[in-house]
């Protein structure tokens, strides 16, 4: 991915990497923050409209990487739920940027 790190703030760029006719998704991406980019993987489970998501962060990211796992997490619980409360496929890409 070639965009450039925010000079404050967190922006996650998650890209939907496979999804299986039995409600499970797995997005990848990163979250970049200024000079640092965190690798995060974020696992979604749909059934109707309930949406659960869990979110890991590399294992060499540290306690920064748990903790913008646990922000990735409600970023991608929103975006694939309203795209499936409309009736719509989850989303292909969840970029946001909050202050972190």
């Excluded at 997490?73 to 940027?97: D, E, I, N, Y």
């Amino acid at each position: 991915m070639s965009e450039t790190n925010p000079e404050n703030g967190v922006r996650f760029t998650l890209e939907l990497l496979r999804g299986a006719k039995d409600g499970r998704y797995r997005y990848s991406g990163f979250a970049r923050k200024s000079a640092t980019e965190i690798p995060l993987t974020v696992d979604v489970v749909v059934t109707g409209e309930e949406v659960a998501v869990s979110a890991s962060a590399a294992e060499d990211a540290g306690e920064i990487g748990k903790a913008l796992a646990k922000v990735a997490v409600p970023l991608v619980r929103t975006a694939v739920r309203s795209a499936v409360v409309r009736g719509h496929s989850v989303p292909r890409q969840v970029q946001r940027w909050r202050d972190v």
